[in-house]
């Protein structure tokens, strides 16, 4: 019998920050988790981790921009440990700037992991889901998605995207949890990406109070635990005293 307790969860993004913590959060939780991401070494390293102990795990690298590779993670969840019950869409990325800088490769890059590695994520569980009768989807959004700031005009519509994909999800299938977790900052390599240098410094002064990941796996664990008749919605995570 599945219960919160025993759920298999597939998480993208996972070898730092929020995927790498929400994966030994869930684990230790007694969640079995597959883990994904690029860099299969920190793949590794994190289910040695968390086997050590005593957790359940496996890890597939992965890149959430191509469909193959996301059908086959999901695929792979499955043949593991028998059923795929909950799916979290954490890979993104963050390579701030003003529009007038026109980094459009990053522009680009954005829209393709943001973006499209949500929607293959859905892609490729979904059908899983309806067939088994339920299933959970979190994606990880941003307070982005409700707000916008100077330099984050690409972010934050990369990120409301995810938003609404999200509630579309929930309003069209009624049997299937869909959850949107939207971090404030968090201690995390998403900065690491920006290379306009202004505005990496800003958001170095801005990431004095960042939250540690462990925040955000907390309140992704509790969207899993709910009952089957409770669906969260959102819930938005973000530093006390914080702008972002």
């Known amino acids: 019998m599945t219960t919160p307790a025993n759920k298999v969860v597939a998480l993208t993004g996972a070898s730092s920050g929020i995927g790498e913590a929400t994966a030994r959060h869930l684990a230790a939780a007694g969640m079995r988790v597959l883990v994904g991401a690029r860099r299969e ?7 040695d981790d968390i086997r050590a ?15 193959e590779d996301v059908e086959a993670f999901v695929a792979h969840a499955e043949a593991r440990f028998g059923r795929l019950d909950v799916l979290v869409n954490n890979a993104g990325l963050m390579p701030l700037s003003p529009l007038a800088a026109l980094k459009t490769d990053e522009w680009d890059r954005m829209i393709d992991v943001n973006i499209r590695g949500v929607l293959n994520g859905i892609a490729a569980a979904l059908p899983r889901f309806q067939a088994q009768g339920g299933g959970h989807v979190v994606n990880v959004a ?3 998605a409700h707000q916008v700031w100077p330099t984050t005009a690409v972010y934050s519509a990369t990120k409301y995207a995810v938003w609404a994909i999200t509630e579309g999800l929930r309003q069209e299938h009624p049997d299937i949890r869909a959850t949107i977790i939207s ?4 201690e995390s390599e998403l900065a690491d990406t920006i290379t306009d240098p202004t505005t990496a410094a800003a958001i170095q002064e801005a990431r004095k109070v960042a939250l540690k990941p462990d925040a955000i796996a907390r309140a992704i664990r509790y969207a899993i635990e709910q009952p ?4 969260v919605g959102e819930i938005i995570v973000r530093p006390m005293g914080g702008a972002f």
């Open 41 to 47: 070494a920190r793949l590794q390293a994190l289910v």
């Open 53 to 67: 102990a005593g957790g359940e795990a496996d890890f597939r690298a992965m890149d959430v921009t191509r469909r």
């Open 142 to 144: 941003s307070v982005a």
């Open 183 to 186: 971090p404030g900052v968090v």
């Open 228 to 231: 089957p008749e409770v669906g």
